[in-house]
C-alpha cells in the first residue's frame, strides 16, 4: 500500500515567510510614503502649528460637509445650515477678527462699525452678499470685497470713490467724484485747487462735464469752476477769472469749446483783457471789455468759424 506524502509543514513555512515579505513590503511603502509627505511638508512654507490648524480645519470641514449632505437628504436644509453652524462655531470657526484694507480716505471705522455686527456669528451664518450691499450703502464706497478667512477672521478689502470736484450747496461745499455721487462736506481751505461746481442740479452733470471737457482737453485744466445754468447750459470760469458761457446742447456746447480753443490758441484770449466771452448764438462769439462795453473788438478768425462781435447787452 503506498504512502500518502503530506507537505503541510513546508507550506505553513512558505505562508508565514510570504506574509512577512508583504508586512516588510507594507512597511517600506509606508515609510516612503511618510518620507515623502515629509520632504513635502518640509518644502512648503508652513511651521508645524500651522500644518496642524490646517489639518484639522480638513477634518472638521470634512465633518461638517457629511453632516450637511446627512441633514439635506433628510430633507430638513434650515436645519442642515443650523447643525452646520453649531459645529463650526464649537469647533472655534466663528467671526472674531475684521480686516479692513483699502481705506485711504475714507474713516474706516463706518466700515468696522457694520462689519462688527458679524461678530461671534458662526462663519457659515455670515451673509458675505448682505454685508458687501451694506458697505456700498456708505458713500465712499464705490465697491467692497468680503471674504472668510478661516478659522475666524472676517477681510474686507474697501474700493474708495475717487474725489473729483467740490459742489457748492447753498449752506456748505460738497466733495463729489466724477459721477456727482456726494462723499463728504469739505472746508473752503481744502477745497481750493479744485473744480468748483453751482448751480441746480450741477452735481448730476458732472459726467457730462467731463464727457465735455473731453472735447477740448488743453482748456480743462484752466477751468477753475463750472456753472450750470437754467438746468440746460454751462457758464466756465476760468483760473484767469474770465467767464466762457456756452449753448444750450451737449452737441452745441462741445462744438463752441473746440472753436474757443481754437481761437485761445491763434490770440491768447485768456489772459488778455477780455472779462466775459459769450457763444451763446453761434457763430457769433460776443466780447465783454472792462472800458468799452458794447464797443466792437476785432480778432483774428478763421473764415467760416465764427464772428466776433461786442457785448451783446
Known amino acids: 500500500m503506498a504512502q500518502q506524502i503530506r507537505r503541510n509543514g513546508t507550506s505553513g513555512v512558505r505562508r508565514v515567510a510570504k506574509a512577512q515579505s508583504r508586512s516588510l513590503t507594507a512597511r517600506k511603502a509606508r515609510g516612503q510614503a511618510s518620507g515623502f509627505i515629509d520632504r513635502a511638508m518640509g518644502v512648503l512654507p508652513f511651521t508645524e502649528e500651522q500644518w496642524s490648524r490646517i489639518w484639522l480645519a480638513a477634518i472638521i470641514g470634512g465633518t461638517v460637509g457629511i453632516a450637511f449632505i446627512i441633514a439635506n437628504l433628510a430633507g430638513v436644509p434650515a436645519l442642515a445650515q443650523a447643525q452646520v453652524a ?59 470685497r468680503v471674504s472668510i478667512q478661516l478659522p475666524h477672521t472676517l477681510a474686507i478689502d474697501i474700493v474708495e470713490r475717487t474725489p473729483h470736484a467740490v459742489l457748492e450747496r447753498p449752506d456748505r461745499l460738497m466733495l463729489i467724484d466724477a459721477t456727482g455721487k456726494e462723499l463728504e462736506p469739505i472746508a473752503a481751505e481744502r477745497a481750493k485747487g479744485m473744480l468748483r461746481l453751482a448751480g441746480p442740479g450741477a452735481g448730476l452733470q458732472a459726467k457730462a462735464l467731463e464727457t465735455l471737457f473731453a472735447a477740448a482737453p488743453a ?88 464772428e466776433v462781435a461786442g457785448d451783446p447787452t
Not at 117 to 134: E, S, Y
Not at 243 to 258: I, R
Request: charged residues 25%.
Open 86 to 144: 453649531r459645529i463650526a462655531a464649537d469647533s472655534g470657526f466663528e467671526v472674531r477678527h475684521v480686516r479692513v484694507t483699502g481705506t485711504a480716505r475714507m474713516d474706516e471705522q463706518q466700515v468696522y462699525a457694520i462689519a462688527l455686527a458679524t461678530r461671534d456669528q458662526a462663519m457659515p451664518d455670515v451673509d458675505i452678499a448682505k454685508l458687501r450691499k451694506q458697505l456700498k450703502t456708505l458713500s465712499w464706497v464705490r465697491d467692497a
Open 219 to 306: 482748456l480743462a485744466p484752466k477751468v477753475e469752476a463750472a456753472e450750470w445754468v437754467g438746468n440746460r447750459r454751462w457758464n466756465l470760469t476760468f483760473t484767469t477769472g474770465q467767464l466762457l458761457a456756452l449753448p444750450e446742447g451737449e452737441v452745441e456746447a462741445a462744438s463752441a469749446l473746440v472753436k474757443f480753443a481754437r481761437l485761445d490758441g491763434k490770440n491768447r484770449l485768456l489772459g488778455g483783457k477780455v472779462l466775459a466771452f459769450d457763444m451763446r448764438t453761434p457763430p457769433r462769439l460776443y466780447l465783454r471789455l472792462p472800458d468799452a462795453v458794447g464797443k466792437p473788438k476785432v480778432v483774428a478768425v478763421p473764415a467760416g468759424e465764427a
